[in-house]
T-cell receptor, first 113, second 115 residues
Framework: DQQVKQNSPSLSVQEGRISILNCDYT??????FLWYKKYPAEGPTFLIS?????DKNEDGRFTVFLNKSAKHLSLHIVPSQPGDSAVYFC????????????FGDGTTLTVKP | DAGVIQSPRHEVTEMGQEVTLRCKPI?????LFWYRQTMMRGLELLIY????????DSGMPEDRFSAKMPNASFSTLKIQPSEPRDSAVYFC?????????????FGNGTRLTVT
């Protein structure tokens, strides 16, 4: 049973527009969520996180929204840039050990100039 | 800051051979994690250490896999004997605090191919 799901394997958007990446989870014990970005031949890099006590966290062009009742989170990138083209992983953890995270399968974002 | 350093970047070996993957975490980080990425299972946690002590190895697939962290600046993941199904990208990651929501810092991975 996959506890963290990213149902869209890929997403393509035009430069300057909004990118919305979605993630669903099934384990109600998850209380900390992270997004990582991964370029080819590199390891994932941390992008933004959110605790279950919040429903929104913003960092520059990146905003993560959390809907606990729906067990759903989303990452918004506004405006999208070609350099944002990468694989985005959603991750979830229980308690305070964010390192022991369960990852989704990733969504490949392509931002077209 | 050099980041997490993994070696080798690529490893090709024959079935039955021993494989050793190496990792140097970020200096000052006290937690180290080994993840594996495959097409079938995505990114999955194999084992993690706090202050050089293995805390949770429930993700280690079989007894053929073992990991050590002899000191704060070095860890190894060993597969003996290796099998074709072990082919994957193995990532090492470190974080600065356990008991706190500290994100992972990943290395660039070791791509293992077992023929």
């Amino acid at each position: 049973d996959q506890q963290v799901k990213q149902n869209s394997p890929s997403l393509s958007v035009q430069e300057g527009r909004i990118s919305i990446l979605n993630c669903d989870y099934t384990n109600s014990m998850f209380d900390y969520f992270l997004w990582y970005k991964k370029y080819p031949a590199e390891g994932p890099t941390f992008l933004i996180s959110i605790s279950s006590i919040k429903d929104k966290n913003e960092d520059g062009r990146f905003t993560v929204f959390l809907n606990k009742s729906a067990k759903h989170l989303s990452l918004h990138i506004v405006p999208s840039q070609p350099g944002d083209s990468a694989v985005y992983f959603c991750a979830a953890s229980r308690g305070t050990n964010a390192g022991k995270s369960t990852f989704g399968d990733g969504t490949t974002l392509t931002v077209k100039p | 800051d050099a980041g997490v350093i993994q070696s080798p970047r690529h490893e090709v070996t024959e079935m039955g051979q021993e494989v050793t993957l190496r990792c140097k975490p970020i200096s000052g980080h006290n937690s180290l994690f080994w993840y594996r990425q495959t097409m079938m299972r995505g990114l999955e946690l194999l084992i993690y250490f706090n202050n050089n002590v293995p805390i949770d190895d429930s993700g280690m697939p079989e007894d053929r896999f073992s990991a050590k962290m002899p000191n704060a600046s070095f860890s190894t993941l060993k597969i003996q004997p290796s099998e074709p199904r072990d082919s994957a990208v193995y990532f090492c990651a470190s974080s600065s605090r356990t008991g706190a929501n500290s994100p992972l810092h990943f290395g660039n991975g070791t791509r293992l191919t077992v023929t």
